[in-house]
């Protein structure tokens, strides 16, 4: 279920060697500029504003998405809609040559739901909802660097370009049952959509002057989809006057189906010849896997404050294929003399696997007034990544907060708000280059949102 919308830059792993030799890392593909994290993205009109930490008091048209057992609580039918209106995301890259950055303004929709209460549905205990969400958002704008490097006697010059696009969508229905004055549940099932999209190209020169000269190009472009069906169930217990306690489970993703389009070449010229590899695959396998999820949080209710506290958890996901084909690559070598050889390669799957992830969400807000609430809210999202070092996906563990003002009326409530985020890289190499350069760099990404969202109730 990509991943506030933060952009981040592509550190790309070369694997060229001026050896014109079949070797396996023909095909290991460069690691895209994509942030898978799970908890990034700020939903919901109240919510959104308080950190996400809304598990055990969410009571309208947003409890499709974060707690169906809430829907229970919504005594009419009611729309609800939000947004990430305006986002500015900086990325910056460090460790090679100096620092690059970039920093792009993106809007993205999160939400729309509706849950049917009366008139409709006359049962004050039952009520049922459908909604759209967008949990996983991550879209950076297109990145490019140059650097030179010190690769002894010899000239090195370094390049790479990168844009890519990682989403989850998830149309869903839902229902709430009130089982008695202090206990409600409910389910929803949902299909998720994964989008991955990415188009990456590297560069690398290494000229031994008056000796020889060897250049090398990589390019790679995947688009493609995964669909996972994914099934929740939620509880809410009125535990005193003053509090409430919520939970949510969601199952692993049930992939139905999934496939990309897979463009991959490479060339390298040297003054022993040259090796060109070009794949197609138009119907390569694409999976994503979507881990379990459980969420619990624990709120206090006063006159004119609340305030909760959200523990989340993501399952781990054991090493699978991400990207395979059946489809053989064509390979030219060309010698020397100007004379090819033509052959084929097999293209090598990519592996991936996930890390449990532990977040937390601690939000509330202030009653100014009968028709104005302030509210503010904290939030940590971890990367899943389980290897830095091989994955396609990047590492940045992200803290974040939110804040804003929420009015409403009898049947019209609406919210404005801010919300940002940050993070750090570890240390990770991009060599090694044609030259044994093994460099190591850093990224630093921040972004800043503004959120907007309104209900009506009929």
């Known amino acids: 279920m990509t991943r506030v919308s933060i952009r981040m830059t592509v550190i790309l792993s070369l694997s060229w060697t001026p050896v014109l030799v079949a070797q396996i890392s023909d095909f290991t593909l460069p690691p895209s500029g994509i942030l898978p994290n799970y908890d990034r993205v700020l939903i919901g009109q109240r919510e959104g504003l308080e950190g996400g930490a809304y598990v055990a008091r969410t009571d309208d048209a947003g409890a499709g998405w974060y707690n169906p057992a809430g829907l229970a609580l919504s005594e009419k039918s009611g729309l609800n809609a939000s947004s990430n209106a305006y986002e500015l995301t900086t990325i910056t890259l460090e460790g090679i040559g100096q620092a690059s950055g970039s920093t792009r303004f993106s809007p993205s929709g999160t939400y729309f739901g509706a849950v049917l209460g009366a008139p409709i549905i006359k049962n004050p205990n039952v009520r049922l909802a459908f909604f759209y969400a967008k949990p996983v958002s991550w879209t950076p704008g297109t990145l490019d660097g140059a650097f030179t490097l010190n690769s002894g006697a010899n000239e090195e010059q370094f390049s790479y370009s990168s844009t890519s696009n990682f989403s989850t969508i998830i149309p869903g229905l839902a229902a709430g049952i009130r089982l008695g004055k202090e206990f409600r549940v409910g389910a929803s099932a949902g299909l998720g959509l994964t989008n991955l999209h990415q188009v990456q190209s590297v560069g690398d020169q290494l000229i031994t002057p008056g000796v020889s000269s060897t250049t090398a190009t990589r390019s790679v472009s995947t688009d493609g989809s995964v669909y996972n069906v994914l099934l929740t169930g939620g509880v809410q217990w009125d ?132 028709r104005f609430r302030l509210h503010a809210g904290f939030f940590t999202d971890a990367s899943p990544v389980a290897d830095p070092d091989s994955s396609e996906f990047r590492t940045v563990d992200l803290l974040g907060a939110s804040a804003g003002v929420s009015f409403g009326w009898t049947h019209l409530s609406g919210s404005l708000g801010v919300a940002g985020s940050w993070g750090t890289t570890d240390n990770r190499a991009v060599g090694p280059s044609l030259g044994g350069i093994a460099g190591n760099t850093k990224i630093k990404v921040s972004s800043f949102t503004m959120l907007y969202a309104i209900s009506y109730a009929f």
Not at 288 to 301: D, M, N, Q, R
């Open 239 to 370: 535990a005193g006057t003053k509090v409430r306690i919520g939970g949510r489970i969601t199952s692993p993703g049930i992939r139905i189906g999934g496939s990309s389009k897979l463009l991959y070449s490479q060339i390298v010229f040297s003054g022993a010849g040259s090796r060109e590899i070009g794949f197609r695959d138009e119907n390569a396998k694409l999976d994503y896997k979507i881990p379990v999820e459980l969420t619990g949080g624990i709120a206090f209710l006063f006159d004119r404050l609340q305030l909760e506290g959200d523990v989340r958890y993501h399952g781990s996901a054991t090493t699978y294929t991400l990207l395979s084909s059946s489809a053989l690559a064509s390979l030219v070598t060309t010698d020397a003399n100007g004379v090819p050889t033509e052959s084929t390669l097999s293209f090598v799957p990519v592996q991936e696997k996930a890390d449990p992830v532990l977040n937390v969400a601690i939000g509330g807000h202030y009653l100014l007034s009968k």
